[in-house]
């Protein structure tokens, strides 16, 4: 199976800050089939990203995924009080599907 | 607006069988589109279970595939879970998902339950 590995695991940064989340494939995932999601403490994770870099509908333009082949990023371009929580990619072009260990964005 | 809920007991033996149902809302399962379940184990992330085409077509997590059926009730709007032969690391918070067109996707997710596996 495919190994995301996520870094890095804790990112502190300050409101208005850029945040950049790394996802790191163990074999190719192409860029069709990599998706980034936040997940919130008590809340399901929510999809933000799929196809690596397509932004789902009601997602602010402050957030953006790019990358190909092994790797891939997530960026934030000015952090908003609402953007602290978890980050996960997950690659679903082969079986079985698998995520990432997260990546937490907190605030310093 | 679709929308997901799991249901089912939140507490199971070891040894038992653990099951859950997610009733969709706002979408019929009949249409099309693959649904599918996955867990957040304590501390230890997320792991894809399988998932279920409204046909009835499954695929399965080879890790967890001898333990595992997914299946679906078109004429309830529902798809269920049943995983056997429970130990306490199968203890997670399950949510089930609208996995649509892709089996291995994951685009829209219930809020999850809790199922704890103890005596």
């Known amino acids: 199976e495919i190994v995301l590995t996520q870094s890095p695991g804790t990112l502190s940064l300050s409101p208005g800050e850029r945040a950049t989340l790394s996802c790191r494939a163990s074999?190719?995932?192409?860029?069709?089939?990599l998706a980034w999601y936040q997940q919130k403490p008590g809340q399901a994770p929510r999809l933000l990203f799929y196809?690596?870099?397509i932004r789902v509908s009601g997602i602010p333009d402050r957030f953006s995924g790019s990358g190909s082949w092994t790797d891939f990023t997530l960026t934030i371009s000015g952090l908003e009080p609402e953007d602290f929580a978890v980050y996960y990619c997950?690659?679903?072009?082969?079986?079985?599907?698998?995520f990432g260990q997260g990546t937490k964005v907190e605030i310093q | 607006q679709v929308q997901l809920q799991e249901s089912g007991p939140g507490l199971v033996k070891p040894s038992g069988t653990l099951s859950l149902t997610c009733t969709v809302s706002?979408?019929?399962?009949?249409?099309?589109?693959?649904w599918g379940w996955i867990r957040q184990l304590p501390g230890k992330g997320l792991e894809w279970i399988g998932s279920?085409?409204?046909?009835?077509?499954?695929h399965y997590n080879p890790s967890l595939q001898s333990r595992v059926t997914i299946s679906v009730d078109t004429s309830k709007n529902q798809f269920s879970l049943k995983m056997t032969s429970v130990t306490a690391a199968d203890t997670a918070v399950y949510y089930c998902?609208?996995?649509?067109?892709?089996?291995?996707?994951?685009?829209?997710w219930g809020q999850g339950t809790l199922v704890t596996v103890s005596s």
């Open positions: 279920v085409y409204h046909s009835g077509s499954t």
């Open positions: 706002g979408f019929s399962i009949s249409s099309g589109d693959y």
């Open positions: 998902a609208r996995a649509g067109s892709n089996p291995l996707g994951s685009a829209l």
């Open positions: 997950q690659q679903y072009g082969s079986s079985p599907a698998t």
């Open positions: 074999q190719s995932v192409g860029r069709d089939y």
């Open positions: 196809g690596t870099s």
